[in-house]
């Protein structure tokens, strides 16, 4: 079991909005300012898309964005793309643990 | 750019080794904290363990601590994993993680994995 909780599924179609949530607690989302969200295509690496609750990294469309709210951390895609299809994973700073960074189980986002 | 490859993933027994290894290249290697991370087929993310740029601190999650050793060297800008007395719950697929500078907890850039399978 992760330690951030992930819907399993999401999906939107094409155009539209779509938010991702991370819920955590308060000795790691709702604590610090150090969410991270990870876009995952099959068979292919990890790429960051927002670090540092709503920092995006260059290169990374407008269209993802992230906020936090307590303990639950949420990732925005608005303008829906097929080219979203895929898994997307949260990660928080932990002060629970030695490795000081959590991830959560993951979501997988489709396009219809 | 930035490239992370890594490579000696297989099929294992209980019991046995393996040793993983991730070729950096595009950024000065020895200047980055490196990590591996796995994921369990159909599974989430586990960070398994991480050492510091100049390899003086190192830590291990708790499932694999006594068993993986995590290593580099910088003047082959190489990131290794000895995975030991490896067993069936270490099955996953094995990411070589850059641990982001400009970014605060945040891994910037990651390999494709090397995908290790440990069965009789």
């Known amino acids: 079991q992760s330690a951030l909780t992930q819907p399993a599924s999401v999906s939107g179609s094409p155009g539209q909005s779509i938010t991702i949530s991370c819920t955590g607690t308060?000795?790691?989302?709702?604590?610090?300012?150090?969410v991270s969200w990870y876009q995952q295509h099959p068979g292919k690496a990890p790429k960051l898309m927002i670090y540092?609750?709503?920092n995006r990294p260059s290169g990374v469309s407008n269209r993802f964005s992230g906020s936090k709210s307590g303990n639950t951390a949420s990732l925005t895609i608005s303008g829906l793309q097929a080219e979203d299809e895929a898994d997307y994973y949260c990660?928080?700073?932990?002060?629970?643990?030695?490795?000081?960074?959590?991830f959560g189980g993951g979501t997988k986002l489709t396009v219809l | 750019q930035v490239q992370l490859v890594e490579s000696g993933g297989g099929l294992v027994k209980p019991g046995g080794s393996l040793r993983l290894s991730c070729a950096a290249s595009?950024?000065?290697?020895?200047?980055?904290?490196m990590s591996w991370i796995r994921q369990a087929p159909g599974k989430g993310l586990e960070w398994v363990s991480y050492?510091?740029?100049?390899?003086?601190?190192?830590y291990y999650a708790d499932s694999v601590k006594g068993r993986f050793t995590i290593s580099r060297d910088n003047a082959k800008n190489s990131l290794y994993l000895q995975m030991n007395s490896l067993r069936a719950e270490d099955t996953a697929v094995y990411y070589c993680?850059?641990?982001?500078?400009?970014?605060?907890?945040?891994?910037?850039?990651w390999g494709q994995g090397t995908l290790v399978t440990v069965s009789s």
């Open positions: 993680a850059r641990w982001a500078i400009v970014a605060t907890c945040t891994f910037d850039y």
């Open positions: 990660s928080s700073y932990t002060s629970s643990s030695t490795l000081n960074v959590v």
């Open positions: 540092e609750v709503s």
């Open positions: 050492i510091s740029s100049s390899g003086s601190t190192i």
């Open positions: 595009g950024f000065t290697f020895s200047d980055y904290y």
């Open positions: 308060s000795s790691d989302v709702g604590g610090y300012n150090y």
